[in-house]
């Protein structure tokens, strides 16, 4: 019997690579990346093929024999906003190459897109967030438009594709996403490489308190894996309510880039036992406020279809990714 195949789009990246990892442990894994697979990541079954979202003739060789398609690829922030062109290109028209090849090829029973939080706005939130709070482009940081802008194209037509289609078209959004490996730009990581170094976290005035949704990255293979099996098995299930095959991942609970200094700041102080002691230096860069201190309390995760869609019950809570990953990082020094 022919051993099942996932097709990891995007899969050199800091999430395609975990997802990678993780699921190779099951089933083989082919991924399909312009980039080489990171070397030091260790997984076993893993194929790579040489493959640019842009083009569907090698989207649709890549996936030819696959049964199940995980998409990761995406430009993201600042690229985006260096290379539009580029970002529209992958993310919106690279999404259609994946979304047809998936309705085409007959091996394939479905496919899983890593969506994100950031489709539901950054300001002004406020009430319940569950998988029908709505777009919200509108409420993001210039900087995070163009993203948040491409990342609600992908849902769209693979929404889209879901409807037209009897194969399932899944959706998992993702909070901002904790772990080693993570992109050097996210607040957490300079946080952490600031605070590690001995020098001053720097949190900005005009967002610091902004509320962030976060995820660990354990979770976030928990949730592909558990999320593949039930494509594969048939367990999930086609449905007229229009966000039936999407998901929210995130820890429940908002937390602020003021909180997440801090709490990068403790663990610092806890894992060094002393040795370290960084202080927080919130910097005025003479922008306009666009939160304020509350406005994370006026929001509220509803998880409730993550326990009913995947069965996941608990998630890793934040402040216990973030000693992780100083502990890693104390340990490799």
Same mark, same amino acid.
């Given at each position: 019997?022919?051993?099942?195949?996932?097709? /990891? /789009?995007?899969?050199?990246?800091?999430?395609?690579?975990?997802?990678?990892?993780?699921?190779?442990?099951?089933?083989?894994?082919?991924?399909?990346?312009?980039?080489?697979?990171?070397?030091?990541?260790?997984?076993?079954?893993?194929?790579?093929?040489?493959?640019?979202?842009?083009?569907?003739?090698?989207?649709?060789?890549?996936?030819?024999?696959?049964?199940?398609?995980?998409?990761?690829?995406?430009?993201?922030?600042?690229?985006?906003?260096?290379?539009?062109?580029?970002?529209?290109?992958?993310?919106?028209?690279?999404?259609?190459?994946?979304?047809?090849?998936?309705? $085409?090829?007959?091996?394939?029973?479905?496919?899983?897109?890593?969506?994100?939080?950031?489709?539901?706005?950054?300001?002004?939130? $406020?009430?319940?967030?569950? $998988?029908?709070?709505?777009?919200?482009?509108?409420?993001?940081?210039?900087?995070?438009?163009?993203?948040?802008?491409?990342?609600?194209?992908?849902?769209?037509?693979?929404?889209?594709?879901?409807?037209?289609?009897?194969?399932?078209?899944?959706?998992?959004?993702?909070?901002?996403?904790?772990? $080693?490996?993570?992109?050097?730009?996210?607040?957490?990581?300079?946080?952490?490489?600031?605070?590690?170094?001995?020098?001053?976290?720097?949190?900005?005035?005009?967002?610091?308190?902004?509320?962030?949704?976060?995820?660990?990255?354990?979770?976030?293979?928990?949730?592909?894996?558990?999320?593949?099996?039930?494509?594969?098995?048939?367990?999930?299930?086609?449905?007229?309510?229009?966000?039936?095959?999407?998901?929210?991942?995130?820890?429940?609970?908002?937390?602020?880039?003021?909180?997440?200094?801090?709490?990068?700041?403790?663990?610092?102080?806890?894992?060094?036992?002393?040795?370290?002691?960084?202080?927080?230096?919130?910097?005025?860069?003479?922008?306009?406020?666009?939160?304020?201190?509350?406005?994370?309390?006026?929001?509220? /995760?509803?998880?409730?279809?993550?326990?009913?869609?995947?069965?996941?019950?608990?998630?890793?809570?934040?402040?216990?990714?973030?000693?992780?990953? /100083?502990?890693?990082?104390?340990?490799?020094?």
């Amino acid at each position: 019997m022919k051993e099942t195949m996932i097709g /990891i /789009i995007g899969g050199s990246g800091y999430i395609g690579s975990a997802l990678t990892e993780d699921l190779s442990r099951r089933f083989k894994v082919r991924v399909l990346d312009k980039s080489p697979y990171p070397r030091e990541i260790k997984a076993k079954r893993v194929e790579h093929q040489f493959c640019d979202i842009r083009r569907y003739k090698e989207v649709r060789q890549g996936l030819a024999d696959v049964n199940v398609v995980i998409h990761t690829a995406v430009v993201q922030i600042p690229l985006i906003n260096e290379q539009k062109k580029l970002g529209y290109e992958v993310n919106a028209l690279g999404t259609q190459n994946v979304c047809k090849v998936v309705s $085409e090829a007959p091996s394939i029973k479905g496919m899983i897109l890593t969506g994100t939080w950031h489709v539901f706005g950054e300001k002004k939130l $406020e009430g319940t967030i569950d $998988e029908e709070f709505g777009f919200r482009p509108d409420k993001v940081e210039e900087r995070a438009y163009l993203y948040a802008l491409s990342k609600i194209a992908q849902e769209i037509i693979v929404r889209f594709y879901d409807k037209m289609s009897s194969k399932i078209y899944g959706i998992i959004r993702l909070g901002t996403v904790l772990g $080693e490996g993570m992109p050097k730009k996210t607040a957490a990581n300079i946080f952490i490489s600031e605070g590690l170094k001995g020098e001053s976290i720097t949190p900005y005035k005009h967002t610091m308190h902004r509320p962030m949704l976060y995820v660990d990255i354990k979770d976030v293979c928990r949730a592909f894996e558990a999320y593949t099996e039930r494509i594969l098995n048939g367990k999930i299930k086609k449905s007229k309510n229009d966000t039936s095959n999407v998901v929210n991942l995130c820890w429940p609970h908002p937390i602020t880039i003021i909180e997440l200094a801090c709490i990068v700041r403790e663990a610092i102080i806890e894992l060094t036992r002393g040795r370290l002691r960084p202080k927080v230096e919130v910097i005025d860069k003479k922008l306009p406020i666009l939160h304020t201190s509350g406005d994370a309390e006026k929001v509220r /995760i509803d998880m409730s279809k993550l326990e009913k869609l995947l069965d996941i019950r608990e998630l890793e809570n934040p402040a216990e990714s973030i000693r992780t990953i /100083i502990r890693a990082r104390i340990q490799e020094t």
